[in-house]
């Protein structure tokens, strides 16, 4: 399921559970709404609550924080693009090969994570473009220096180049969802019980209704959003592919 799907999923749990308890507010006998019931049931519903926001705040924190490590990896992967591919031009002209399939491998890296169409979603882990990578490597390692200046150069274009495929399982590794499933079921079934409690004793009117709906609909798009930066090369809110692409734009054929 998509992160929208998962947040119309919570909404329709969360602001369920406030008309259900508007209903069940109807439906019971005077004496379970008296004020020493609702004095218990506000106590458990602040237990409920403050155990929720410490949980979503938890939860946007680390979705965040993950968010702008890859972000910042992109970033790091795309200065070291650029920076192999001006090691290789100072080599000489026998990386030309080696710069060439650079250039196609950028291209297609591009390609797989940040795809114009959707329909198949970004591939972190593509075989091909590894190939492509260890390939670049390989040239590198059959160059012959004539003298110091080249032996140094090419010294540093291998260690960019394994920095770059070190860069590159990172992002593979850390493309998976890091929020568990039973994790998300918890909150929201939190979520629903509190919000059944606030419709318990709300007043049916119009105003109360549209007070509850707002705070549905605050509360899934928090979680939209935490399941968004989850994601951070799939859906709404991604990493930028303007650092690779500007890198790309910088490799001199």
């Known amino acids: 399921m998509t992160s929208f799907e998962i947040g119309l999923l919570v909404f329709a749990c969360v602001f369920g559970g406030a008309v259900s308890g508007m209903l069940i507010g109807v439906a019971l006998p005077e004496h379970h709404l008296s004020p020493e019931t609702r004095s218990v049931v506000s106590v458990a519903s602040g237990t409920i609550s403050v155990l929720t926001a410490l949980v979503i ?3 946007i924190a680390s979705t965040k924080g993950a968010f702008d490590t890859q972000t910042k990896e992109v970033q790091g992967f795309s200065a070291d693009l650029s920076l192999l591919d001006r090691v290789m031009l100072k080599y000489g002209p026998e990386t030309s090969e080696a710069r060439d399939l650079l250039r196609r491998y950028a291209a297609l890296k591009i390609t797989l994570i940040w795809p114009e169409e959707n329909t198949g979603g970004p591939r972190i882990d593509d075989p091909t473009a590894l190939e492509m990578l260890e390939g ?7 160059l012959t220096p004539q003298n110091d200046a080249q032996r140094w150069l090419q010294s540093r274009a ?6 770059l495929i070190q860069a590159r ?3 593979s590794a850390q493309n998976e969802s ?10 929201v079934f939190w979520l629903t019980i509190l919000f059944t409690s606030f419709g318990l004793f ?3 009117n119009a105003t109360a209704a549209a007070a509850l709906l707002v705070c549905a609909l605050s509360v899934s798009a928090a979680i939209f959003l935490i399941l968004e930066m989850d994601r951070p090369f ?3 809110i991604k990493v930028s592919a303007e650092p690779a692409r500007n890198a790309l734009a910088h ?3």
Do not use: H
Not at 178 to 187: C, E, G, Q, R
């Open 136 to 142: 670049v490597q390989e040239k590198l390692l059959q």
């Open 234 to 236: 799939d859906g709404l």
């Open 202 to 204: 709300a007043p049916r």
């Open 169 to 171: 399982w990172l992002m």
């Open 158 to 163: 291998l260690q960019i180049g394994g920095n």
């Open 251 to 253: 490799m001199q054929p």
């Open 178 to 187: 890091s929020i568990p499933l039973p994790f998300l079921v918890t909150l």
């Open 57 to 59: 705040g938890l939860l």
